[in-house]
């Protein structure tokens, strides 16, 4: 037999890898330097997607296009203007309480210091060195150069110009994404793919609802839970509730650390406030339990069971958007995230970030069988295993089929391009032959009734494999779906069509033959020959040839229709267990008009 020679990684892959390496590393370079012009385009485009079905109700309502727009963009800055406002307010009053805070502050926290103190004298006296800091000498003071007007100025103006020029372009940008929304949808279809454009159209509208109704729905859970803990701290006493709330709720975007970062301040005041420790504890449980409701009932309820993000993915992007954008990158790191994953799952050629950044499985069932196999991991096959008997009620058959024999014909596959070594082979052999005594020791499924006593015992359905390298082991898989629907199927090794071995069969007792072929790693005359044999040594039996998991178009599958022989040609279990049983029930009727 040739074998094709494989030929060595080309020249051009380093390259290849380095360019890809080098465009990476110009794109946040780009994302960095530009973050003045980026991030506001990033906030305009995550507010739209918000205000969109706003805009949506004003044009069913009559209003023009234009006008709807600006109307969700007025409504929506009117609300950050009113909740900015509200929190200059709380902050103003929480700085002109702040000095009565300090010394009952500074009284807790000098208790921790003690028992801290305590703690390093008793370590600095086991390592035999003293606790107390050197002394300190001070220079003398550096001259202070003298400002000009224009740095004062600067200095002032500054700080307040930088946040409205963001929120000045942060507006007009919400109000031309929204005015021009159908124009940039309809150029991102032409940079996805115009050739398929029905398609491609109801992907990125189906993506766009979806990303406002997330959207849309992550910022009313955040706003009523700002509001709950807001409430709550009110009824505790808490001195700016509405500042906490506001920030809790804001934190709510950033997950896994936004709520311990957002419980600090206002526990911090706690301790300020109480002379003792009672209203500490209870912030920290009412914005904790509240956390936990949350995640636990209002999330699943509103926005389903998860966003769609792996808890991987999420700590990566808010780390990335944190370290080029800084606080507003953590606060837009997860809506930015779920938008690129909610996309890459629609748009074909954006496949690849719902790969990287979503929560769904790496690998595919059968992809994943057959890795585990390839590792003799049994323990994780059975699990899987199990796992699919569970979700089926207890039927072998959709694993079988969807899993099982689809993993096997990609080992097949590997193993005739020569991918696939001899004892990697035989270390999936192993593996699936324990899976298969493990399935077998499981309570089967209720077998259909009425069948005939014959097809029932041992050895009346005989499933066979080709020449195939793993048709012996689909071979199984086939014997064990048949035996737990009550037939009397039995499985026989790679050597079974030897001339030596298959005239020592009970011709009497065979009813049915299922030859199992895997299409890789069998050729049609091999297949026509093992089909000539079972027809000359079991003349009397039905044959049914189940190429599993065979293309359509397939040659095989062709010109076994074109010219088995066999009676009946399948392509899967399920095909494969309905010509059993019609058979069967074929020849129950006939014996009973006999009779």
């Avoid at 689809?406 to 590997?414: F, I, S, W």
């Avoid at 193993?415 to 035989?426: I, K, N, Q, T, Y």
């Avoid at 049915?512 to 297949?527: D, P, T, W």
Wanted: glycine share 10%; net charge negative; proline share 6%.
């Amino acid at each position: 037999m040739l074998h094709a020679t494989r030929l060595p990684a080309g020249p051009t892959d380093p390259l290849r890898a380095a360019a890809t390496m080098a465009i990476g590393a110009m794109v946040v370079a780009a994302l960095y330097l530009a973050q003045d012009v980026l991030v506001p385009l990033v906030l305009a485009g995550l507010l739209a997607f918000v205000l969109a079905p706003i805009a949506r109700l004003g044009r069913r309502a009559g209003l023009p296009r234009g006008a709807s727009a600006v109307l969700a963009a007025l409504l929506g800055f009117l609300l950050l203007v009113g909740i900015g406002a509200l929190l200059g307010h709380e902050v103003a009053i929480l700085a002109d309480e702040a000095p009565r805070y300090v010394e009952p502050l500074r009284r807790k926290l000098g208790v921790l210091a003690g028992l801290g103190e305590s703690l390093r004298d008793a370590e600095a006296v086991l390592r035999g060195t003293s606790s107390e800091p050197a002394p300190v000498v001070a220079g003398p003071e550096p001259a202070r150069a003298a400002s000009t007007p224009l740095q004062l100025a600067g200095a002032v103006l500054g700080p307040v110009l930088s946040p409205l020029a963001t929120a000045g372009l942060v507006a007009l940008f919400t109000v031309f994404i929204l005015l021009f929304s159908d124009d940039l949808r309809d150029r991102a279809i032409r940079l996805a793919g115009a050739r398929d454009l029905p398609r491609t159209m109801a992907a990125m509208n189906d993506a766009a609802d979806r990303l406002s109704r997330l959207f849309l729905a992550q910022v009313v859970l955040a706003v009523g839970f700002g509001a709950a803990v807001a409430l709550g701290l009110w009824l505790l006493g808490l001195p700016a509730p509405l500042l906490w709330g506001l920030l809790v709720g804001l934190m709510r975007f950033v997950p896994f650390i936004g709520t311990p970062i957002a419980v600090v301040p206002p526990v911090v005041l706690a301790l300020a406030v109480d002379p003792g420790w009672g209203m500490a504890v209870s912030v920290l449980a009412l914005i904790l339990l509240g956390e936990v409701f949350m995640g636990q009932v209002a999330d699943p309820v509103v926005l389903g069971r998860r966003t769609g993000l792996s808890p991987i993915s999420v700590i990566l992007s808010a780390s990335f958007w944190t370290l080029l954008w800084g606080p507003i990158g953590l606060l837009i790191a997860t809506p930015l995230t779920v938008g690129l994953v909610v996309l890459g799952r629609h748009v074909r050629q954006l496949e690849f970030l719902d790969v990287l950044l979503g929560d769904r499985p790496a690998l595919a069932a059968e992809e994943s069988f057959y890795q585990r196999a390839l590792e003799g991991d049994v323990d994780r096959l059975v699990a899987q295993a199990r796992g699919s008997l569970e979700a089926e009620d207890g039927h072998l058959l959709g694993f079988a089929d969807s899993v099982a024999l689809r993993g096997l014909a990609l080992a097949a596959t590997d193993w005739s391009r020569e991918a696939l070594e001899g004892d990697r082979v035989e270390k999936l052999r192993i593996a699936t032959g324990t899976l298969l005594d493990e399935l077998a020791d499981t309570p089967a499924e209720e077998a259909a009734p009425g069948r005939p006593a014959d097809w029932a015992m041992a050895g009346a359905v005989l499933c066979l494999p080709a020449r195939g390298v793993l048709d012996d082991v689909a071979a199984r898989f086939a014997a064990l779906v048949l035996s737990r629907d009550g037939f009397g199927a039995v499985a026989l090794g790679p050597s079974a069509l030897d001339t030596a071995n298959i005239g020592q069969l009970d011709a009497a007792r065979v009813r049915l033959v299922c030859l199992s072929v895997l299409e890789e790693g069998n050729s049609i005359s091999g297949v026509r020959t093992s089909l000539r044999r079972i027809a000359r040594h079991l003349p009397e039996a039905r044959v049914v040839v189940g190429v599993w998991n065979a293309a359509p178009g397939s040659a095989m599958l062709t010109a076994l229709r074109t010219d088995g022989p066999a009676d009946v040609i399948v392509t899967s279990l399920g095909e494969a267990l309905a010509q059993v049983e019609a058979y069967a029930s074929r020849a129950a009727e006939g014996v009973a008009e006999r009779g």
